[in-house]
């Protein structure tokens, strides 16, 4: 993740705060803090699938759950992170409103260069029918490779929008 922040300038960071992140929270909310939000980051925005909503209510591009946090405000970006990161307790299955979030994220943030989503690995990305409306490249950062497989949603969503891979301890080519 630090070579990532490194190279891009002006991002928009969209991350999973799902259940499944849990084992990656402290480590990723570090990172979010870390961040010199003055020049690198435009806007966190965090995601939960729902904000707990029964799988059966969930539909393609309205599922919500989708929060944004003043990056120049630490305080409100780690309570923003808690409380999508609670309101998404409950949900009942795996897959994620990934696409969504991104549509979401950048349709509410102007002026921004680079799109960073931050995802585990082992969800499949729920909206993937959405993938036709994203345009621009993505810079996804895998949490939860385990065995070294990575979910072929990512790779999907990395090659339609010309993005890239990462991992926190590499880039994957």
């Not at 696409?99 to 680079?114: N, Q, R």
């Not at 979910?151 to 339609?160: E, P, Q, R, S, T």
């Amino acid at each position: 993740l630090g070579r990532l922040s490194k190279k891009c300038k002006n991002m928009l960071i969209i991350t999973d705060c799902t259940s499944s992140m849990e084992p990656y929270g402290a480590e990723v909310a570090l990172w979010h803090l870390l961040q010199d939000t003055t020049t690198t980051v435009k806007n966190f925005v965090f995601f939960n699938d729902g904000d707990g909503i029964p799988t059966k209510e969930k539909v393609v591009g309205k599922t919500g759950g989708i929060h944004f946090a003043d990056p120049k405000n630490s305080q409100e970006v780690i309570n923003t992170i808690r409380m999508v990161t609670l309101m998404g307790k409950g949900n009942d299955d795996a897959p994620e409103n990934d696409a969504e979030a991104v549509l979401k994220a950048i349709d509410g943030t102007p002026d921004f260069d680079e799109v960073i989503l931050i995802v585990d690995n082992k969800s499949d990305i729920r909206d993937i029918e959405l993938l036709e409306e994203l345009d621009r490249p993505i810079r996804i950062v895998l949490c939860g490779l385990g065995e070294g497989r990575i979910n072929f949603d990512y790779i999907k969503l990395a090659f339609h929008t010309k993005g890239t891979l990462h991992t926190v301890e590499e880039d994957i080519s």
